[in-house]
Nanobody
């Protein structure tokens, strides 16, 4: 499975941005898909995850109520709608996919990763 993330850019605080992750190869619609982000100062952190059918999603408190993860299995595409962006959301965002696992908030349980897309939020 190959993942390609895109849609990052430079925005102002309060703006919205949508990230997209296109999957190709031997995709599996039962896989959990997720977004993580990383800055130079912090380790890669969990941002959002969604189950294979798209019926369940999970977010950390830092983005809950502002970010929405979704997927279109017919298009093998994952999305992250980011609203009310803050300067602290500035990071490189990565998409990931892997077999269903209750430890889905931990990056080490994902098998496939995209290359990352930079989001910069100016205050």
């Amino acid at each position: 499975v190959q993942l390609q993330a895109f849609g990052g850019g430079l925005v102002q605080a309060g703006d919205s941005l949508r990230l997209t992750c296109a999957a190709s190869g031997r995709t599996d619609n039962t896989y959990i898909m997720a977004w993580f982000r990383q800055t130079q100062e912090k380790e890669r952190e969990f941002v959002a995850a969604i189950n294979g059918g798209g019926s369940m999603a999970d977010y950390p408190d830092s983005v809950k109520g502002r970010f929405i993860i979704s997927r279109d299995n017919a298009k093998n595409t994952l999305y992250l709608q980011m609203n009310s962006l803050k300067a602290e959301d500035t990071a490189v965002y990565y998409c990931a996919a892997g077999p269903s696992d209750w430890r889905y908030r931990r990056q080490q349980y994902y098998r496939y990763w995209g290359q990352g897309t930079l989001v910069t939020v100016s205050s």
